[in-house]
């Protein structure tokens, strides 16, 4: 089973748990909000030097960038769980941040239908956490609804993607 598929299903199995109790403690939630961005930040380091001669320099940079942006933002998640309450809020902001950019870098330099498709989710996906992220910050309830959601949409992207991508170097 390759990297994708396991994030993937990790990103399914705690967008569950998030769905369907969402009335976990704000440190649990930070806590996935972290993983999940050391998750990202992994990702799209490694995507970053994997593909940088496929891609070009540009978008592997950029990539490697966010990377160690979301991986350093997650570790803070991880373990900075002193003020949370107004953390839970930036946090937000923070991520949709970095989704609409990544989504954006994606747009702008990757070719292919399946590739700016998953961007172009990102990207939507980024944009809405950034309007909600001041609606939500009230409301922890909804928080744990929405990132349940997002990390179910990742997790079925990812593995999505990595079977396309393995089906396509396998027959391609």
Known sequence: MNREKILGLLYILLGILLFICPVLSSELLSICIGLSLVCLGVVAISKGFAFKEMLGNYYSYLSIGLGIISLIFGILFIFSLNALTFLTSLQFYIIGIIMTVYGLVGMI???????????????ILGILVIVFAAFLSSQPILIAVLVGVALLVEGVFLIVVGHGESLIEKYG
């Open 109 to 123: 330099y990757l070719a292919g239908g399946k590739n700016k498709f998953y961007s172009l989710i990102i990207l």
